[in-house]
């Protein structure tokens, strides 16, 4: 041990994947299934199971642990029940679920090296390999001979927490069908998890509560004294539970028929808000299992009858409302997760480590290695808790490094020393990172095109602010002939007489944008922005004829439209995908909500381009264009979106009027030149037999 990956049949495997991330989903479709049995609806089901997901984040935001994360899911599934309205829960599912998903689980800890325990001699103790975490805690306490190539045994702590759990299964299963109340289960099985923690806590070498070591009492610690207290009144609660499900008489209540759209969304956008705010320091897993969720619960989100009906949007709105939702929060988790350091000459670092990074301090006195807080804490809140625990001030050295230097995208991360260290070294036994793990670990990175700087625009997040003008003008005539006889029998002489119609129309507005790009690695980036512009059109209709009959005429009218234009896009050389929405105004239509959309790909160079009301709809308010995108740069490989000095669009753009009486296709052709890293003009123009259109921007990067 350490093993990170099983090989079969010539296929890599993570373990991680097979005992952790497998299981979850199965055990996340095992509760949506549970609701869908107690005759929840499908949508408020999908928007409860979501819930689960997103308190993950929150619960290991306040205690970073695997019961963190179980006690946030499970609050936040409760919240939301009460909020969509939703009776008899699957309890038995959850617990029977939990219980079961933490035993496999933890077999990921053991094979990962992670959570390991304290030094034993019993016949079942594991020994790990060199540049694992017990073999650097072994030999930072100086246990170890030099050229040791593994750990001394310890204690296999995930192992008995597993078999302990694997006991209690069929145990619970057997008293779940005995019992009245679903909630006594869940109590008795979080009760039994959280005693045999606090009985097995000391075996553990691995701290990853760092308050926990602040205190003993009769060989306890504090963490196994608040578990085992937690244990005591979990007990006592579900006696309580089960007394009071007896006590009741009469049926069961049912469940909600169905649920309000409005209350699908105010749970959504709490989820919405729970993963932006709870984002901080969680790692890739838990950021990508609430993204997944978050975009099941699309097909659910309907748009309000009352709403739209207000808004003049379609309830199929709200689908792609949910969907433009769901992309900003990926965009703000990943892009925060692997944003991209600069260098003080303008080149590019290493980007820092994705996600989480741990930092551990070697607590010499113990003999144990705690987790003091991660790459996401100051430097103040590091040395204070240092301080509390009596431990040297290394962990601001460890999480400098840690930003430095690309880390191991597992479980915990053992930070990496440097070929050469920036002060003096300390000594071997107050290390706090461990020595550079050997070529044939999974973290060991890989030398690729991945490696090279980025150019200098691409080298930090930019705002970009813009503008621009566009004007249009289109001339269609019709005419009409007809006959008028000059006799009363009907023959064939007689009169023709032709009537004109004449339409003229001429266009004209302006827009107003700003835009983050935000770099996400070093062939791609991530755009968030948006529009707003105004527009007004003015029409005359003529209509001449030599028909007497026919009163020539000349009619004026004008019409004036304003608009708000959102986005947001994932860009790479070869292909770009976003999503955006759309809201007009006009005093004839009111309110109008459009869904778009922006697809591009192909080569680096040339590429299919599609898009609708998105970050390239610079032609006015609602328009939309498909056809191909050229890129140019001279001498040289486009291997970043800014590596480009000039960009070209061949192909059709499609728009309606003002007054969206007429829907126009022309062909045509946009434009942009760099004319420095941050500096962009742009033309667009569209042409046709009886219509031209043409509008010019200029973007500008703003502040550093």
């Known amino acids: 041990m350490p093993i ?37 609806p499908w949508r408020a089901t999908l928007l409860a199971t979501a819930a689960f997901v997103a308190g993950l984040g929150a619960g290991t935001a306040f205690l970073p642990s695997v019961l963190g994360a179980a006690g946030g899911g499970i609050a936040t599934w409760f919240l ?126 691995m701290i990853n509560v760092w308050w926990s070591l ?68 969680q790692t890739a897993f838990v950021h990508r299992a609430l993204l997944v969720a978050l975009a099941v619960c699309v097909p659910a989100l309907a748009f309000p009858r009352g709403l739209g009906a207000c808004l003049r949007a379609r309830t199929w709105f709200g689908y792609a409302v949910a969907a433009a939702l769901v992309l900003a929060v990926g965009i703000h988790l990943e892009a925060g997760a692997r944003a991209v350091a600069p260098d003080d000459d303008s080149e590019c670092r290493r980007s820092p480590p994705e996600h989480r990074t741990w930092l551990y301090d070697v607590d010499q006195r113990r003999g144990v290695m705690v987790r003091v807080g991660s790459d996401s804490d100051d430097d103040f809140t590091l040395r204070q808790r240092e301080d509390i625990l009596t431990l040297p001030s290394l962990a601001t050295r460890a999480k400098q490094l840690a930003m430095e230097e690309a880390s191991p995208p597992v479980h915990y991360t053992p930070i990496r020393a440097p070929s050469q260290e920036p002060w003096p070294a300390q000594p071997r036994s107050q290390e706090p990172w461990p020595a550079q793990p050997p070529s044939h670990e999974p973290w060991q990175p890989a030398p690729s095109q991945e490696e090279l700087p980025l150019p200098e625009s691409a080298s930090r997040s930019h705002t970009w602010v813009g503008g621009g003008l566009h004007a249009g003008a289109y001339s269609h005539s019709d005419s009409l002939k007809t006959s008028a006889s000059n006799s009363s029998d009907d023959s064939c002489g ?40 105004a527009g007004t059109e003015s029409q005359q209709t003529q209509i001449t004829s030599n028909d007497p009959s026919v009163h020539e005429s000349t009619t004026s009218a004008s019409y004036s439209a304003y608009y708000l234009n959102l986005w947001g896009e994932y860009e790479t050389p070869g292909f770009a995908i976003g999503l955006g929405a759309l809201g007009t105004y006009d005093n004839h239509h009111a309110i109008m909500l459009y869904p778009g959309f922006h697809i591009r790909g192909g080569s680096p160079r040339f590429g299919l381009d599609v898009g609708f009301a998105d970050r390239m709809s ?87």
Request: charged share 15%; aromatic share 14%.
């Open 618 to 704: 610079f032609l006015g308010q609602q328009n939309g264009h498909a056809g191909f995108s050229i890129a140019i740069r001279r001498g040289d490989e486009i291997r970043h979106p800014d590596d480009a000095k000039l960009r070209l669009f061949v192909g059709a753009f499609f728009f309606p009027g003002v007054d969206m009486q007429r829907f126009d296709v022309a062909p045509g052709f946009g434009t942009e030149v760099y004319i420095t890293p941050k500096l962009v003009l742009g033309f667009n123009g569209a042409l046709f037999t009886d219509q031209v259109f043409a509008g010019i921007h200029l973007r500008t990067v703003v502040g550093r």
């Open 4 to 40: 990170h990956a099983l090989h079969f049949l010539g296929q890599g495997l993570r373990t991680w994947t097979l005992v952790g991330q497998i299981p979850f989903l199965i055990f996340v479709i095992a509760l949506y299934l549970g609701g869908r049995r107690q005759g929840w």
């Open 494 to 533: 007689g009169t023709t007489y032709t009537t004109t119609t004449t339409l003229d129309r001429y266009a004209f507005g302006g827009w107003g944008q700003i835009e983050r790009e935000i770099p996400y690695d070093r062939q791609s980036v991530f755009w968030i922005g948006g529009r707003a512009g």
């Open 214 to 281: 602040l205190g003993f009492w009769h060989g306890l610690n504090l963490f196994q004294w608040v578990l085992l207290a937690g244990a005591s009144c979990l007990l006592l609660l579900g006696i309580l539970f089960e007394h009071r499900a007896r006590a009741t008489r009469g049926g069961a209540t049912a469940p909600a028929a169905a649920t309000s759209p409005y209350r699908l969304w105010l749970v959504y956008l709490g989820l919405l808000g729970l993963g932006w705010a709870s984002d901080s320091a």
């Open 80 to 205: 939301a029940q009460k909020v969509l309205g939703l009776r008899r829960p699957p309890l038995t599912v959850l617990a029977l679920g939990l219980v079961a998903l933490i035993a496999v689980g933890r077999w990921g800890c053991l094979l990962n090296g992670c959570c390991f325990g304290t030094i034993t001699d019993l016949p079942w103790g594991v020994r790990y390999a060199a540049g694992s975490s017990p073999y650097f805690l072994h030999q930072s306490l100086g246990l170890l001979a030099d050229g040791a190539s593994r750990s001394l045994a310890v204690h296999p702590y995930p192992a008995y927490e597993s078999l302990g759990l694997v006991l209690w299964l069929p145990f619970a299963y057997w008293l779940g069908r005995r019992l009245r109340s679903g909630g006594a289960l869940l109590a008795f099985s979080a009760a039994f998890d959280l005693g045999l923690r606090g009985c097995i806590e000391g075996t553990r070498a």
